[in-house]
C-alpha cells in the first residue's frame, strides 16, 4: 500500500503582512498545486493566513537529535557571544 | 410571489448540493480532501442560509429559514435534477461540482448586477467561494481524467451519467423568465455560451470526449418534478424537524 501514499508536504502560513510564514504542520498531497489547496482548506479555515509556502518533506533536511550534544551544547558556556556586556547609555530607550 | 420563487430555486440549489457533498464528510478519499468537501459542503449550507432568510422575509407568516428548508415537500423544491444525483464515487462527485460551479461561476458573476440588492450581495459573496469551488473541482477533473487507466474510465463514466442533467442549468423555467422581464433575474440563454467554453477548456485539458451539446436533456426540478433521491434526501435532512419539532440543541 505504501507506493499508493501521496508525498508528504509541510506547510508553512504567515499570518499577517510583514510576519514571516511559521510551519503549522503537514499534509498529504499529490503534487504542490494540490498541496497548497489542501493547506489552504486544512490550515486557514479560520482566517489564520494571507500566504502559503509547502516545500515537499523530503527536501527538509534536519540536524540528527542524537548529534545535540555536539552541536548545541559547546555554545553553552559561551556568555560573551551575547551583547551583554556593553552598558547602554540612559538615553537609548526601547532597545 | 415570482421573487420568492426565483430565491427558492436559488436557496434549494444550494441546499441540496451542499447536502450530498456533505454526505462525504467522514468518507472522503484522503483526510485533506474529506475536509476540502467538507469546507465546501458548509460554504452551501452559508448560501443556502442567506437566501432562505431572505426568502423567509419574503413569505412572511412566520416563516423562518428552517421552516423553509426543513418543512417543505419534495414537490415544493425547486432545485435543478444535477444537485440531488447521488455522490457516487469521487469522479463523479467532483465532475458534479464541476458542472455546477461552472454554473454558479456565470450564474452569479452576472447576479451581482440584479436590480435587487439583496440578491446582487449574496451573489457578490458567495462568488468567491465559488470561485475556489470551481478551481478546485477543475482541477479534479483534469488530474482524474488525464490520470489512470481507471480514473479515465471512471470519469467517463460520470459524464455518461452526469451530462443529461447539464441541460436543465439553463432551461428556464417560468419564474426565472419572469424574473429577466423584471431586471433581477440571471439570463440564461447568456451564461451558457460561458460554461460549454468552460467545460470545452477543461474537457480538453483532461484529454475527454466533449459530449454533443444538443442531446435529450432531464428537466422538471426547478417545477417540482424531481428524480426519486430528492426525497430521501429530505427524509434524512428532514426527520429530526419533523419528528420533534422545534427541537434545539
Known amino acids: 500500500m505504501s507506493n499508493t501514499e501521496w508525498p508528504l508536504w509541510e506547510v508553512f502560513i504567515r499570518s499577517k503582512q510583514g510576519l514571516d510564514h511559521k510551519h503549522v504542520g503537514s499534509l498529504h498531497a499529490a503534487d504542490a498545486q494540490m498541496a497548497i489547496e489542501n493547506a489552504r482548506d486544512v490550515y486557514t479555515r479560520r482566517m489564520e493566513g494571507v500566504s502559503i509556502w509547502v516545500v515537499e518533506s523530503k527536501y527538509v533536511h534536519a540536524s540528527n537529535p542524537a548529534e545535540a550534544g555536539a552541536l548545541y551544547d559547546p555554545a553553552n558556556d559561551k556568555a560573551y557571544r551575547h551583547p551583554t556586556f556593553y552598558h547602554l547609555p540612559d538615553e537609548v530607550k526601547h532597545m | ?249
Not at chain 2, 460520470?158 to 423584471?182: C, H, K
Not at chain 2, 460554461?195 to 422538471?220: D, I, R, S
Open chain 2, 1 to 249: 410571489m415570482n421573487l420568492l420563487h426565483y430565491t427558492l430555486h436559488l436557496a434549494d440549489n444550494a441546499l441540496i448540493i451542499g447536502h450530498r457533498n456533505s454526505e462525504w464528510c467522514g468518507h472522503g478519499p484522503i483526510l485533506e480532501q474529506d475536509i476540502a468537501i467538507s469546507n465546501i459542503a458548509l460554504d452551501y449550507i452559508g448560501q443556502a442560509r442567506n437566501f432562505y432568510q431572505y426568502a423567509a422575509e419574503l413569505t412572511g407568516n412566520g416563516a423562518t429559514e428552517d421552516s423553509l428548508a426543513y418543512l417543505r415537500d419534495a414537490i415544493d423544491f425547486k432545485n435543478c435534477l444535477l444537485t440531488e444525483v447521488p455522490n457516487g464515487d469521487w469522479a463523479q462527485t467532483t465532475l458534479r461540482q464541476f458542472f455546477f460551479s461552472a454554473y454558479q461561476y456565470f450564474l452569479y458573476e452576472q447576479l451581482q448586477n440584479s436590480s435587487n440588492q439583496q440578491l446582487a450581495a449574496i451573489a457578490e459573496k458567495a462568488l468567491k467561494e465559488v470561485t475556489y469551488h470551481l478551481r478546485w473541482s477543475s482541477e479534479w477533473v483534469i488530474r482524474l481524467g488525464d490520470g489512470t487507466e481507471e480514473s479515465k474510465q471512471r470519469t467517463l463514466r460520470a459524464i455518461d451519467e452526469l451530462w443529461s442533467f447539464t441541460g436543465e442549468l439553463f432551461t428556464p423555467a417560468d419564474y426565472e423568465q419572469q424574473a429577466v422581464t423584471e431586471g433581477y433575474g440571471v439570463d440564461l440563454s447568456q451564461i451558457r455560451e460561458n460554461w460549454y467554453k468552460k467545460v470545452t477548456a477543461v474537457f480538453e485539458e483532461a484529454t475527454l470526449p466533449l459530449p454533443k451539446e444538443n442531446v435529450w436533456m432531464q428537466t422538471g426540478g426547478k417545477t417540482g418534478v424531481h428524480t426519486e433521491h430528492l426525497g430521501f434526501i429530505l427524509a434524512d435532512m428532514q426527520f429530526l424537524q419533523r419528528a420533534y419539532p422545534g427541537a434545539e440543541w
